[in-house]
Each structure stands twice: as C-alpha cells, then as structure tokens.
C-alpha cells in the first residue's frame, strides 16, 4: 500500500526537490505547471502527484513575469463597499475574458500611501494601470508619464486634467441631480452627510453639487452649513448622522447621503425614534445597493453603473495598450435617480 511521503516542515518543497521526487528535469516540472499540454500525460500526472504529496506552492509571481498574460494593475480602497466591489467585478470579468491578469495592491485616500502603492505597481511591469481615483500626488503621475504607462483613471470627470484616460460619471452632476429633485418634490432644508472628503475626489464633488443645487433653487440660507456632517461609512455612521443633524435642527425635513449604508442607518434610526420617513423626514442614498429595494421604506437613490465602468475601463485601457491614439480622452457613464418610498 503506498502512503504520502512525510512532509519536512523545517524545508520549504521547491522546483528542484519536486524534480527529485518525480525522477524529471527541473524544466520537465517548470513546463507541467506552465504548458502542460506539453508534457507526456504519465509524467505530468506523477509530477502532480508529488507536488500534492510535499505541498508545494508555486511561485505565481514568477510565472506570471514569465508568462504571456498581460498584468493590468489596480489600487483597491481601504474600505471595499459594494460600489467599489462592483466595479472591481467588472474589471475581473474583462481581465479574464481577454486572458488578461488583474493585479490589485491596496492603497489610501492620502497621497503618500498612493504614491507608494502606484510604485508597488508599477515594479510588476503592467501593460497598463486602473486607478480607481484621480491621481493626488505629482510624484505619481510623474513616474506614471516618464514610464508611459497606459493609465485610466475610474474618477470624477469634473475639474482636473487626466493623465492619460478617464473613465467616470459626474459626481457633481449625480449630487446637483439628487438634492435638485428632492427641492422639485418640496423639500427646503435638505442635510447632507458624507464619508469623510479628504483625499476624496468624488465626495468632494457631490458635497459641492449639493451647495449649488441649494443655490441655484434659492433655498441656501445663511449658516446652512450646520447642515452638512461627515461620519464614517457604517450604518450606525448614518444612525449618529440623522440623529446628530436633527438635533441641530429640528426643522431639517430630507437628509441626501453619500452611501447607501449611511442612508440605511439613517431609516433604522428614524424606525427607533418612531420618525414617520417620508412624513417626518425624508431620506435619500447613494449607489443602489441590493438592500435599497427592499427596505422599508424602499429607499430613494442615486444608482450608478459601477460594473460597466469597471468593465468600460478595461475595454478603454486594452484598446490603449494594443496601440490606438485616436481615443476619447474622457468616458462618461450615465446615472439615474431612482425614486422609491422614502422620499
């Protein structure tokens, strides 16, 4: 009977001692894990077999600077909501549709942690970059043009110069749209509450949507800024919020959120005082998330499609990295406003 050969924990089992163990060439074992159409099904299936016995982990990096799939890069947020989930699903689907390998590095709404996950990525040698925000740091996009990096840039299409393409909906525009009508239905002391805007393009432009839409419609007062809080992006943010700007004036009669989850904090709270939402306040949200629909009350908000811009962009940066130069610079995603019974 035969039995799994004892694992030596003290050792790490690599390309050589696989060769070893299966009476083949290093290469033999290097063309099993990478073409293995390549190798004789007997000896493939022996090799298999070993590195199932010892537990050998292959070096992915390796094999993929070695390989033909094309790296295409991504800086992912700290904080991974559904919106940004979305888009990176698109992304994935796209990568994967044309073999491509999406790589994601981690990084930050400040510039120093931007900077360096921009570095990071770009020491694997991507065919191209998605960045998932407007470029803060000038070290940056200084390295991003001196490598000629193909670059596209999932960002608030309002106010500054790309590095190379963007991809994106007007978040002034959603903002204007959503505080606009919340005015048209008769609502005249609209709050507004957002993720904290630092470092934060997109959020920095909805708040400045919302103050002129208060403007433009004539219902901005002096002082109006103790309407407007900032809180983290949790549901008991959205609770804090709604209960916070209430108590700093009672006659607030909507609140727009710049998410979602704070919007859906905001009803549970509003549920826990015995707030009749519309009648006594009316809550409006940001991004559609599954949930939206089927709370209750139904939620009213902005709903952007997150996975086709996501999937756009990758289509935008692959026709970049083939060669095209004759590309608009800047892609617009439409949004809608979707009105439900909170509202």
Known sequence: MGTKRKRNRDSVPDMRSIARLSGVAPMTVSRALSN????????????????????FVPDQRASSLRGTRTIIGTV?????NSGIAEQVQGMSDACLERDMQLLLVQGDFSAEAEEQAIRTLVGWRPAGLILQAFVQSEEARMLLRSRKVPV???????????IDLTVGV???????????????????????????????????????????????????????????????????????????LRNRD???????????????????????????????????????????ASLYPSLTTVRVPRYQMGRKAVEHLTRRIAGERNLSPCITINFD?????ST
């Open 36 to 55: 293995p159409d390549l190798v004789a099904p007997d000896t493939r299936a022996r090799i298999m077999k070993v590195i199932d016995d010892v537990g």
């Open 170 to 244: 007007s978040n002034f525009d959603t903002a204007y749209a959503m505080t606009s009508r919340l005015i048209d239905i008769g609502y005249k002391r609209i709050g507004f509450v957002s993720t904290p805007t630092h470092g934060n393009d997109r959020l920095q432009q909805r708040r400045i949507g919302y103050r002129a839409a208060l403007t433009d419609r004539g219902v901005h007062s002096q002082g109006a800024e103790r309407w407007e809080i900032e809180m983290p992006i949790t549901t008991r943010g959205g609770s804090e919020a709604v209960s916070i």
């Open 152 to 162: 596209v840039e999932i960002s608030e299409i309002r106010g500054h110069e790309a």
């Open 250 to 292: 009672p006659s607030i009669d909507a609140v727009f959120f710049s998410s979602d989850t704070l919007a859906i904090g905001a009803i549970q709270e509003c549920h826990r005082r015995g707030w009749k939402i519309p009648d006594d306040l009316a809550i409006a949200g940001y991004g559609d998330t599954e949930l939206a």
């Open 337 to 341: 406003i979707v009105e439900r019974e």
């Open 76 to 80: 992912v947020p700290p904080l991974i």
